[in-house]
Each structure stands twice: as C-alpha cells, then as structure tokens.
C-alpha cells in the first residue's frame, strides 16, 4: 500500500453505487498527485458495492473508502459524516449525487412518484447539505457540487417529477450560495446534458419505443405523444449517442470545479446544454421553450 495521504482533500460523495458517482469517486481516487481522499457512499451495500471494490482494488482503503449512506435516511447520514470526521477531521467537499429518474407521464403516474423523487433529489441533498456545512463552516473552507440536470432549468414533458426536483434543488441552491460564501464554502449546481450511463444507456437506438414500453408509462393521447416524439426524435443527445458525456469527462470536469479557487456558481457541461441556457435566459416571457415543444 502507498503511504497514507496526509493533506488531501476529503471528499464525500453520494450515489456511488454505479453511473456518475461512481466514475467520479474512481476518477479522483486515481488522481497521480493523490490531492484527494475519496468516501463513496452508497445505498445498498448488500449488493452494490463489489462492482466498485473490484475496480478500485488497488486504491481501495488508500485513497477511496467505501462507506453505507442513505440520503433518505438522516440516522445513516449523521452516522457516516461523523465517522469521517472523526477519522480526517475535516471534511472538504461534498459531491450530491445520488438521484433517481422517473420516466412516468404526470397525468396518469402514481402521486407517490413524486414523493420518492423528490425524497432523494431534493430532499436528499437539502440533509447532506445541512450535515457537513458546520464542520466546513468551522474550518471556513468547503465546496459543495450539487449534482442537477439540464432539466433543472429546463422542464421535459417526460419527466415532470424528476424536472420538478432538480427545479427546487437549484433554488435551494441559489438561495444559500451567497450566506455560505462568507464562510468560503462555494455552492456549484452541475447541469449534464445526457450522460452515457447505464441508466440512459437503457433508451437504446430506438428512445421513442423504449420510453413508450418504460414501466408505468400511459401518455394519455395522441396530441402528448407528438410532443414526446417531437422531444426524442429532435434532441441530438438522445438521438445521436455518441454525443452523450462519457462518465470520465464529467468526472474531470468535477476535479476542476472542486480545485478551482473560485468555482462558478452554475456549470452546464456541453456546448448544447450551454445553448439552451443561453436561449432559455434571455427569453424572459418563457415562450420560446413553450413554441419549441410544440413545434410538430
């Protein structure tokens, strides 16, 4: 084993069980200069975290630790960031990325859907936020990545639910940037377009059928079908999936907001994402997104 990292950066993340998560913590755990000491957390450990442990075998308990998080859960949260305190003293950034997708028509999905993504997306990263921000603010120092989506500023008829929580995770965001700034803890909300992770990678070469047969699923008529149609056969990202972020490049992406020394506050991670952005923020009446998903 190489020597213990004495001055690295703590770094705790969320949602490691697969996908961005997972990639981020393997991407900084590697990091040649050892800056950083990662704690991938994930839900499941029963069952989730042998991919991750066989991949990181030679940096496993050196520079990534594996460690049960809940985001739903405030006991098991309290518990692992007091542990990690405890070990480093210190606890330098945190990464919010556990989230789940739901694909499910607004109208004819069960209520309870909205009530479990909003649990974790939002929720989640409003307790994990509220644990660490005392120790960053007793130091002074910290870094929070708040890990949204391009529908987090921009609303996808397909995924009210999961829009509607990266919605309020940005306002939650905006709105305690600017106090924890006095204490030099920087809040960055991340906005991916597409990433190539298994989760996406299920649309296959057709996404029109494989949201259509996704479970639970019943667009209600034929006029909504259009509009979802309109939304997956004009998207190059979804069309086009070489064009989806690769895990890795997010990953690098990540390490530079997390050593830059003033991070930004908004991060969109394309070109296209940056585009609708810029398209979406200078239409102050909001008719131009309207116009775009009606167009037929």
Known sequence: MASP?????????????????????????????????????????????EELKT???????????????????????????????????????????AGILNTVWWETGPMETFYEVMEVNYFGCVRMTRAVVPYM??????????ISSVNGFHGIPICASYTASKFALLGFSESIAPPLRKFNIWVSVIEPGYVATDMVKQFGDNPTDAFEKAAGLIIPGEEERKIVTNMLTSDPEIVAGNNMLAPQDLAKQLQDVILSPKPDFRYQTSKAIKRLAREKFVDPTGNAIMNAWLKQ
């Not at 996908?19 to 050892?34: H, M, S």
Request: hydrophobic content about 40%; glycine content about 6%; charged content about 30%.
């Open 5 to 49: 990292v004495a001055s690295s950066l703590v770094i705790l993340i969320t949602g490691c069980a697969q996908g961005i998560g997972k990639e981020t913590a393997l991407f900084l755990a590697r990091d040649p200069q050892r800056r950083f000491k990662v704690y991938a957390t994930m839900r499941n450990m029963a069952t989730r975290q």
């Open 55 to 97: 991949e990181a075998t030679n940096i496993l308990d050196d520079t990534l630790f594996i460690r049960e998080l809940d985001v739903t859960k405030q006991q098991t949260i309290d518990k692992t960031v007091k542990e990690i305190i405890d070990i480093e003293g210190k606890m330098d950034i945190l990464v919010n990325n």
């Open 137 to 146: 603010k007793e130091k002074r120092n910290g870094r929070i990545l708040q």
